[in-house]
């Protein structure tokens, strides 16, 4: 046979109908082609293979033994490459059996797992989910898909990486409910005279550090936390105050009974985001999932 680059898909079609038809008519209406399209083909094919190939009979256009033995290695071409060109299935929630794993903050696992979570278990009830840190390696998990999306502020992650802004977030305080000495508004002087519970991780906090300095704003600090894990029982049992994100700040308050506070002082609000590979945009299981995300918490 003759160098691959010379092979026409078009003549392996034409091969494979002659193959399964024995007679030029039916293979030209198979193909949708014209019977001398199909002699001309077959003339190029025997000139390729060096083989008559198909031979008249009384039976109908016979194959000969050279077309019986390459019959199977050319359906075998011709199914591959229809499976290369076939649109990618759809992903099926109702069906799918396969786990999510988001990279999240303890923030997240508090105020936006819990409605991703409901919203699977709803609409995919054989999908199970993973929540995963926010760390100097997912990055490298998200492009090798360990991980399928990352939830929050990160803008580490830019180069390679898809994201959608989901909503914006400034920043509250709290307080207990019957703070001894913060009566109605929490005005500066309240704010600097009270001790402080500092939340140690995420990026809002750097906001807020970046603030404070800014403003030259006095913050005593009385306890460091590394996440929001017991701040509310924390924040009930004494007259501390905390600065942190609306969304988590407001989910704490309505848990816990807290007050929450107007900041009196400004900082630079920032927009929560769903980050994804270039490697996954177009998979069909990861647009599922992005879009779940987008209807649970899109602020339009």
């Given at each position: 046979m003759s160098e691959l680059n010379q092979i026409d898909l078009r003549l392996l079609r034409i091969f494979d109908a002659m193959h399964a038809n024995r007679h030029v008519t039916r293979a030209a209406e198979e193909l949708g082609l014209s019977q001398p399209t199909i002699s001309i083909g077959l003339g190029r094919l025997r000139q390729q293979f060096g083989d008559p190939l198909f031979v008249r009979?009384?039976?109908?256009?016979?194959?000969?033994?050279?077309?019986?033995?390459?019959?199977?290695?050319?359906?075998?071409?011709?199914?591959?490459?229809?499976?290369?060109?076939?649109?990618?299935?759809?992903?099926?929630?109702?069906?799918?059996?396969?786990?999510?794993?988001?990279?999240?903050?303890?923030?997240?696992?508090?105020?936006?797992?819990?409605?991703?979570?409901?919203?699977?278990?709803?609409?995919?009830?054989?999908?199970?989910?993973?929540?995963?840190?926010?760390?100097?390696?997912?990055?490298?998990?998200?492009?090798?898909?360990?991980?399928?999306?990352?939830?929050?502020?990160?803008?580490?992650?830019?180069?390679?990486?898809?994201?959608?802004?989901?909503?914006?977030?400034?920043?509250?305080?709290?307080?207990?409910?019957?703070?001894?000495?913060?009566?109605?508004?929490?005005?500066?002087?309240?704010?600097?005279?009270?001790?402080?519970?500092?939340?140690?991780?995420g990026t809002g906090q750097q906001l807020l550090e970046e603030a404070v300095k800014q403003f030259g704003i006095e913050r005593r600090v009385m306890l460091r936390l590394p996440g929001f894990l017991g701040l509310t029982g924390i924040l009930a049992a004494s007259d501390l105050v905390v600065t942190l994100p609306r969304h988590i700040g407001e989910t704490l308050a309505a848990i816990g009974g807290l007050r929450v506070h107007a900041c009196p002082f400004p900082i630079p609000s920032f927009s929560v985001k769903q980050h994804w590979h270039a490697r996954y945009h177009h998979d069909a299981a990861n647009r599922w999932l992005r879009g779940l995300c987008a209807e649970l918490f899109l602020r339009k």
């Amino acid at each position: 046979m003759s160098e691959l680059n010379q092979i026409d898909l078009r003549l392996l079609r034409i091969f494979d109908a002659m193959h399964a038809n024995r007679h030029v008519t039916r293979a030209a209406e198979e193909l949708g082609l014209s019977q001398p399209t199909i002699s001309i083909g077959l003339g190029r094919l025997r000139q390729q293979f060096g083989d008559p190939l198909f031979v008249r009979t009384s039976e109908g256009m016979l194959p000969t033994s050279r077309a019986d033995a390459l019959i199977g290695p050319i359906r075998d071409v011709l199914h591959s490459l229809r499976r290369i060109c076939e649109v990618e299935a759809p992903f099926d929630p109702a069906s799918a059996t396969r786990k999510f794993r988001i990279c999240m903050t303890d923030a997240s696992h508090i105020t936006l797992l819990p409605q991703i979570l409901a919203a699977v278990r709803r609409a995919a009830p054989g999908v199970t989910l993973e929540a995963a840190r926010i760390d100097d390696l997912m990055a490298q998990a998200l492009q090798s898909g360990d991980a399928d999306l990352a939830l929050g502020l990160i803008p580490s992650l830019e180069t390679g990486f898809y994201q959608q802004t989901l909503f914006g977030q400034d920043f509250i305080c709290l307080t207990a409910s019957r703070h001894p000495r913060i009566k109605k508004a929490l005005t500066l002087a309240h704010y600097q005279a009270e001790g402080h519970v500092g939340i140690v991780s995420g990026t809002g906090q750097q906001l807020l550090e970046e603030a404070v300095k800014q403003f030259g704003i006095e913050r005593r600090v009385m306890l460091r936390l590394p996440g929001f894990l017991g701040l509310t029982g924390i924040l009930a049992a004494s007259d501390l105050v905390v600065t942190l994100p609306r969304h988590i700040g407001e989910t704490l308050a309505a848990i816990g009974g807290l007050r929450v506070h107007a900041c009196p002082f400004p900082i630079p609000s920032f927009s929560v985001k769903q980050h994804w590979h270039a490697r996954y945009h177009h998979d069909a299981a990861n647009r599922w999932l992005r879009g779940l995300c987008a209807e649970l918490f899109l602020r339009k």
